[in-house]
Every structure is written in C-alpha cells, then in structure tokens.
C-alpha cells in the first residue's frame, strides 16, 4: 500500500469540527485528537493553527473529499461534514519559479500534499517560529 504525507493547517476557530472529520476518516476514535495535539503555529497576521504533518494511505485524500460515512465508533457526522466543507488541497503553480501565496486562511484547512513537512510549513505562510500551545 502506497503512503503519501499531508501536511495540514487547522484554524483554532474550527478545530472540534476537524477532531470529527478526523475521527470520521481515521482509523479509530483517537484520531479525533489529530489538530489537538498537534503543534500551534501563528500566519504573519496573528491567525492561529494547528498543523499536523502525517502518513497516510494513498486512497486517504480520495475518500476525504467523497462523502462521508459514520464510522463504526461513531462520530459527530454535522461537525466532519462542516470540517470537510472547508478543506483546500494546496496545488503547485504552473511556473515553478512563482512564488505562492499564503495558503493558509483562517476560512479553510488546508492541506499540502509532499514529503517534506518543512516545504509545506513554507507553503502554508509560517514562518518557523512555534507558538506555545493553548488549550
């Protein structure tokens, strides 16, 4: 089974909406504390998020964006279906060179696909400076 890694940004403001998403979509009810204890990153404008940079099968992302279905330990479908709406997959430009815009906003989660976390914090609008975590 093939891996990739989602690297993906969480806004404070949204983050039981995503636990759901994720428990939805994981592989058991732990997964609803993916964002919660993931580290919290601040954008150049003071936003805050949680980013978690994980493996994940392959087919993950395909089944993210499809509709969901309530997992067998149950999960809060309202919530995951709010989570899901908000969810932005981050695709390179066309001309390499370019440089992108933020891809975090405080209106989604988004996602950025590759295998360097590092990249992907880049890409996100960070700059590398951890905030403390908050409760």
């Known amino acids: 089974m093939s891996e990739i890694r989602i690297t993906t940004a969480c806004p404070v403001a949204h983050l ?38 994980d493996l994940v099968a392959g087919v993950y992302l395909t089944n993210a964006v499809s509709p969901l279905t309530e997992p067998a330990w149950g999960a809060d479908m309202a919530a995951a279906d709010r989570a899901q709406a908000l ?22 989660i988004a996602a950025v696909i590759g295998d360097d976390p590092q990249a992907a914090l880049a890409v996100l609008g960070y700059r590398l400076c951890e905030s403390p975590r908050r409760a």
């Open 87 to 108: 969810i932005a997959v981050w695709q390179p430009p066309e001309d390499p060179e370019a440089l992108p815009e933020p891809f975090a906003a405080p209106d989604r």
């Open 16 to 53: 039981a909406d995503a636990g759901q998403f994720s428990r939805a979509t994981g592989c058991g009810p732990e997964d609803e504390d993916t964002f919660t204890i993931a580290p919290e990153y601040q954008d150049t404008a003071g936003n805050r998020y949680r980013v978690a940079s």
